[in-house]
């Protein structure tokens, strides 16, 4: 047993007292956290970023309202239904010579035939529309040889509140130019400003007069009147009046390139205003529209002319003063307004053709706040913030002065008693409980210190025999080594152990092993060795280094034998990394590849990505089972290995596609020879099927090249396997270039796909009605609810129908019909423009039936209308008896079905045995020559004796001539539909009055057979 060294005479106490310490780190603590803080605040830039949040609202605000603005701007300037009648009543006009194109500008008299056939299509359009005005001046000559005092033709109607409903005798109309004969006619009130025809100029050259008519005029009408549209671009007053306005225009041309006048709607500023709240802005700031030169809203200074502009904020300033925008970041401007700056975010409105003669003026929603105003908030929460953080260093100090007393206390008792214990240095002190646990138990533990350290190196040993790994170690000093006595066999240096080990050849050794043997560093940092073993096996060592200090720095090592673990881990990254069934890179370890690769673009050189799929492997699987597919998939492989050069990246993706990566090459065309040999190889590469027959590898390849394509391996398989895609739906078997026009085509459709996604999200979709009469009286019986969608890419039902049945969302298709339909025909007979009595015939799939919650809230919301309500199923589609039942049985629908376009499918019996309909819809494909064609006669007779036998009645769809309607009626068809009775439209028109004679006459008749 070694003798132990005698202490030491006690050094005196030095350093602070316990109190001190504690008091003094948590004031460090405090005031470290309150740097923190402050440096996080400067960091995160808090008070710019809750400037550029404003901002960002701001701008957010502006878009959204300029995008319901633009709306409103769009359906004003939709005219050509209001152009295609007003130019159709003029040339009947014309050829019957009730006016003449050389006088029709002269006087209200010469020009009143086609003023007073024209003021209902006026009134129709000020109706349908979101506007407050309408008007029409004509005018055939040169406008700049007129005299500017001269007088025109014209009307000019307006509704003060279009959102209100309609007069039914247009009480809320009132004329501000219009023939005195035409007002006494129509029974419309004047407005103040009245008079009975409009003057010349009286606007100026920027009205809504001389630019569109003009522009055309001199343009020799090249093209369609819609692009000569123009917006006054600035505000107007009617001369007399003091509503301030803009209007939109467009010529009037006929076919034979005549321009005698100009149609337009007008938006009073005060309707705009109510349309462009400022209280919606921050701060209650000011919106204006204006009109730019400018193209390109990101340029670095923005000139442009106000045109009307709303007072919220009372910035004075009349509306055609210019203002200099400077662009600050991506989505605001600034500008100085009366020595205050203000902040601005500016909106586009694409109100011109591209190619249109006004397309250089470019018109904007701007939105502006004062900067004062706009970054109140984050002044105010910076004084508040200041204001705490010096408020909590003050309670922290008290705190932390507090905690250090309470907490030195028992600490100093317990130090004073090991002090007084120190004078018995063989016996081991029993401390006193001082409160605290930590301490107490501390206390509690201190006599069995050295029991349980021998205890725990007893332990530790038993533990490194048991182990299952083979440990090995050593403890270098300064001055000496020791070693376990399996530490250099298990580093394969058993040989060459030097005697006797000092530390420097300890340290020399140690550096040949790391020159020969290093593996790579372990994910705690620590060194794995390779050793190759006599038998031809690598076993792998992990080291791990600890360095201790103290009174005699020493390191330590420990060898740990974790052979079994890294070749674990490399059977895991090898199947991660490599295809089992081809021995190719999976995806992962593709992408690893080539993502390396291109951070060296100089070994790129000429490249291209190669993207396969295997054309005929679903046959072979169905065919001759998956294991002669999986053949086939690693007969590919390996014909890509082998025939590919060393550097070539391949991989199989999953299934049946391939990439492989060429890179390193001079130009193209020495790649496209190494593609040619890759291709004869695989036409040479056969298998023998089971029945006899040579299969060839036959591949669809897509080819996208580096650089021409693309720079970046995302965009180059993009385009690879567009182009692959093109030849799998084209010509199999073949490599193609990618082609970026047929990639633009592609995506067009993939626009029409978001259009679809956005109408189901929106719900933007109307509906017009189609009444269906009465074959006895011509009395509205009901209404036929049609779709209408107009977005960029889709323009008709038959489009989204279609892509609803390819995406499966038919089922969200039949809800926004039945609900939407449904709304809008409840709404219209509230106020009076539908019969309100009429059935609903709503058109409904065939193989779809609402939820139980969907029926539900129909049935809450409708109550009424499901006892009115008619569900139209179309013939040609296959009929689900579920979903039929389903619809049939909904609490308080009238059960009412009808069976569309009957004779044009392909089960007629069935689908009325089936169905049992109500109603039945003979279809236009039948209805259209029925006149003429005794076949189609024969059919509708025994149609009409099956229905009446069994409580049916019989619809005829699609009439479209008088000859038509007379058949259809003498058959014995119960209602009528169609063009020659009344088209669809948003408000439907009266029956046409040829239409209700002949009913009229067909009835008498029946009653009178000898004309009595």
């Excluded at 720095?553 to 069934?581: F, K, N």
């Excluded at 189609?936 to 008088?962: C, D, F, P, W």
């Amino acid at each position: 047993m070694q003798n132990r060294k005698p202490h030491s005479q006690k050094a005196p106490q030095t350093g602070h007292s316990i109190f001190g310490t504690i008091l003094f780190s948590l004031l460090a603590v405090l005031a470290v956290e309150f740097l923190l803080l402050t440096f996080a605040v400067h960091v995160t830039r808090l008070g710019p970023q809750l400037n550029q949040n404003a901002e960002d609202i701001l701008a957010m605000q502006v878009d959204n309202r300029s995008r319901y603005l633009q709306s409103i701007f769009h359906d004003a300037q939709e005219l050509t239904s209001l152009s295609d009648a007003i130019n159709g009543l003029t040339q009947q006009l014309l050829d019957e010579g009730e006016i003449s194109l050389s006088t029709l500008d002269s006087s209200s008299d010469a020009a009143y035939p086609l003023l007073e056939a024209a003021a209902p299509e006026l009134i129709s359009t000020l109706r349908i529309k979101s506007v407050t005005g309408v008007f029409l001046i004509l005018n055939t000559h040169d406008l700049d040889r007129r005299k500017q005092d001269s007088l025109m033709p014209a009307i000019y109607l307006r509704d003060l509140d279009p959102d209100a409903a309609p007069s039914q005798r247009n009480a809320d109309l009132t004329f501000v130019r219009a023939p005195a004969q035409l007002v006494q006619s129509l029974s419309i009130a004047t407005d103040n400003s009245w008079a009975p025809t409009i003057r010349y100029r009286a606007l100026g050259n920027q009205g809504f007069l001389y630019p569109p008519f003009q522009a055309a005029y001199k343009d020799g009408a090249s093209l369609a009147a819609s692009d000569y549209g123009h917006w006054t671009s600035q505000s107007y007053l009617v001369p007399g009046d003091t509503h301030e306005a803009i209007a939109y225009s467009q010529p009037l041309i006929l076919p034979d390139g005549t321009v005698y006048g100009v149609i337009g709607v007008e938006l009073l500023a005060d309707y705009l205003w109510e349309n462009l709240p400022c209280s919606e802005l921050q701060n209650n700031g000011t919106y204006f529209l204006a009109v730019t030169d400018t193209e390109e809203l990101s340029a670095s200074e923005l000139q442009l002319r106000p045109v009307l502009r709303s007072h919220c904020d009372g910035q004075p300033g009349s509306a055609d003063e210019s203002l200099t925008l400077r662009l600050h970041s991506a989505h605001t401007h600034r500008y100085l307004f009366s020595n205050a700056l203000y902040i601005a975010s500016v909106s586009p409105l694409n109100l011109y053709s591209r190619n249109a003669p006004f397309s250089g003026k470019h018109w904007l929603l701007v939105g502006s706040v004062p900067a004062v105003q706009l970054f109140a908030f984050a002044q105010r929460l910076k004084q508040l913030f200041s204001f705490i953080m010096l408020i909590t260093l003050a309670v922290g100090f008290v705190c932390s002065w507090l905690i250090s007393r309470r907490l030195a206390r028992p600490v100093a008792k317990l130090s004073a008693e090991v002090a007084a214990a120190e004078a018995d240095s063989s016996a081991i002190p029993h401390l006193s409980a001082t409160g605290i646990r930590e301490l107490d138990q501390f206390s509690s533990s201190f006599t069995q210190l050295s029991k349980d350290v021998l205890d725990s190196s007893t332990r530790f040993l038993r533990i490194m025999k048991l182990a299952s790994a083979e440990l090995g170690g050593y403890e270098l000093r300064d001055d000496s080594v020791y070693v376990t006595d399996n530490f250099f066999s298990m580093l394969g240096l058993a040989q060459e152990q030097p005697d006797p080990l000092t530390p420097k050849a300890f340290r020399a050794l140690m550096g040949t092993l790391e020159q020969r043997w290093f593996y790579r560093l372990s994910p705690a940092n620590n060194k794995v060795f390779a050793i190759p073993q006599p038998d031809g096996s690598t076993h792998y060592i992990t080291l791990r280094i600890t360095h201790i200090l103290g009174e005699s720095a020493s390191e330590v090592g420990l060898a740990e034998d974790m052979t079994t673990t890294v070749l674990e881990q490399q059977r895991i990254e090898h199947e991660r990394d490599y295809d089992t069934l081809t021995g190719l890179y999976r995806r992962r370890a593709f992408d690893r590849a080539c993502d390396a690769l291109f951070q060296q673009p100089e070994k790129l050189g000429c490249a291209a990505l190669l993207m396969m799929d295997l054309d005929n492997l679903k046959q072979i699987n169905d065919t001759y089972g998956h294991d002669w597919g999986d053949q086939y998939i690693r007969q590919t492989g390996q014909c890509f290995a082998a025939n590919t050069p060393a550097s070539t990246i391949c991989s199989r993706l999953s299934g049946d596609e391939f990439l492989i990566f060429f890179y390193g090459y001079q130009d193209q065309a020495q790649l496209r020879a190494q593609l040619e040999l890759l291709s004869a190889a695989l036409q040479r590469s056969v298998s023998i099927l089971p029945n006899g027959k040579q299969l060839h590898i036959s591949i669809s390849g897509g080819i996208a090249w580096y650089p021409t394509d693309g720079h970046d391996l995302l965009t180059l398989k993009k385009y690879a396997d567009f182009a692959m895609y093109q030849v799998k739906h084209s010509h199999k078997g073949r490599m193609c270039d990618f082609d970026i026009g047929s990639y633009h085509q592609e995506a067009y459709a993939a626009q029409t796909q978001q259009d679809f996604e956005l109408l189901l999200q929106e719900e933007l979709v109307s509906y017009h009605f189609q009444p269906i009469y009465s074959a006895r009286s011509g009395r509205v019986a009901a209404y036929e609810a049609l779709m209408r969608v107009d977005l960029p890419t889709l323009h008709s039902p038959a489009q989204v129908m279609q892509l609803a049945h390819e995406t499966g969302r038919l089922y969200e298709i039949e809800r926004i019909t039945v609900f939407h339909s449904s709304e809008i025909f409840q709404r219209m007979q509230a106020q009076g423009l539908l019969q309100s009595d009429a059935l609903l015939f709503i058109n409904s799939i065939a193989n779809v039936s609402l939820t139980v919650e969907d029926v539900e809230e129909y049935a809450q919301r409708y109550p009424e209308l499901l006892k009115r309500l008619v569900v139209e199923i179309t013939e040609q589609e296959d009929l689900d008896r579920a979903c039929l039942e389903r619809k049939r049985n909904i609490p308080g629908f009238s059960g009412s079905f009808a069976l569309d376009d009957y004779g044009s499918g392909y089960s007629n019996e069935l689908n009325l045995l089936e169905l049992s309909p109500r109603y039945i819809k003979i279809d236009i494909s039948i209805v259209r020559g029925i006149d003429t064609d005794r076949d189609k006669q024969q059919i509708v007779s025994n149609i009409v004796a099956y229905a009446h036998a069994r409580s049916m009645q019989l619809i005829a769809e699609g009439i479209e001539t008088e000859a038509q309607l007379r058949t259809v009626i003498g058959l014995g068809v119960d209602l009528l539909q169609g063009y020659y009775l009344s088209r669809p439209a948003a408000v439907p028109a009266p029956i046409a009055p040829a239409a209700q004679t002949v009913i009229d006459q067909l009835e008498h008749q029946r009653f009178n057979p000898l004309g009595l």
